[in-house]
């Protein structure tokens, strides 16, 4: 945990503007610490790689501790709470995003410690067909006792919140904008309920003005925090596909709920399906299945010969080619086996169901 005193500086860093977050990493990995950073020499600073004068042109600007004085106040007042990227407690998830914030402000009761974390997203404009799909979502893998993470807007995003809290899950609603004010209004008569379990992250300032941009960059660490992202419903072009790009270039799972072709709320879903830059999701067990989860108290499935389990000629070659090594992945059997992912994802499920396989996190397979 930061002091008082490296907080400030921290602070200020990250109102240094055209700074980034992936260059005050740097800075803060090569000096030390936050205070360092402002007290070094620029020419010293500027041997670090990719930091140029440029982006260390404001460093210098006494704004930058003033305001920070006034959001440590703000932040002593309200009871909200903070994470270094260097600390322990900072979101192990996000931690490994290059681009994650250096410093968040949390609030509520929130517990990463040992779970499992999804982010839902989707549609403000949620139709009865998405609203039914991810209430019944959560509800079948409420035994696993996520943690769910969206970010409080309308539509989709407040259906998982409210869910959530009604099977007792952990949920973080991820903010656009500082604690001091919730967006929209109309959700604040949940704040209590998500405080009391769960909570709010954000990157942004009591002060930070309330901007469009706001919600791409809350996008990242919706993301970033969690295993996978689900897209409920999307139409053709929306933030939550932005979303499901972020999770595929942090290399995280994105899964997608297939809709009718005529559905103009589910096109950014079945082209996320088409495109393959999301898996098929029919029901929660094809989200347990992908990130390798398993029931509380589930025990792995006992070995058993494979002398009278009947194998078609495809499985044979999965088989195979798992004998060979101890785990391997999805990516790397389809290229040995010469067949589309999705072919070798349905073989695969074929061998768990008949007791040989065993699905590990990060789409790796072994035999049993």
Known sequence: MLSKNELLYTLALQRVVNLGDISAKKLLLTIGSAEGIFKEKKRHLLKVEGVGA????????????????????????????????????????????????????????????????????????ITTYGRIFCENLIEEIAPLCPIIVSGYAYGVDIVAHKTSLNHNLQTIACLAHGMNQTYPKIHSKYNEQIMGNGGFITEFWSNDAFDRTNFLKRNRIIAGLSEATIVIESAEKGGSLVTADIANSYNREVFAIPGRATDSQSQG?????????????????????????????????????????????????????????????????????????????????????????????GKIFKLI
Request: with cysteine.
């Open 54 to 125: 440029f982006k260390l042109k404001n460093l210098d600007a006494k704004i930058h501790l003033l305001e920070a004085e006034e959001e440590i106040k703000f932040m002593e007042k309200n009871g909200i709470s903070f994470s270094c990227f260097l600390d322990e407690d900072y979101p192990q998830h996000l931690k490994n995003c290059i681009d994650g914030p250096i410093l968040i402000f949390r609030k509520g009761t929130i517990n990463l410690q040992n779970k499992k974390i999804i982010s839902i997203v989707g549609t403000r404009k």
């Open 269 to 361: 879903c079945n082209n996320l399906i088409k495109t393959q830059q999301a898996h098929l999701v029919n029901s929660a067990a094809d989200i347990i299945y992908h990130l390798g989860w398993q029931l509380k108290n589930e025990k792995p499935k006992t070995q058993q010969t494979t002398l009278f389990v009947e194998l078609t000629s495809e499985e044979k070659i999965m088989y195979n080619i798992l004998k060979q090594k101890d785990s391997e992945s999805l990516d790397a059997i389809a290229i040995k086996a010469n067949m589309p992912t999705y072919k070798v994802a349905t073989l695969l499920l074929n061998l768990e169901l008949k007791g040989l396989v065993q699905p590990l996190p």
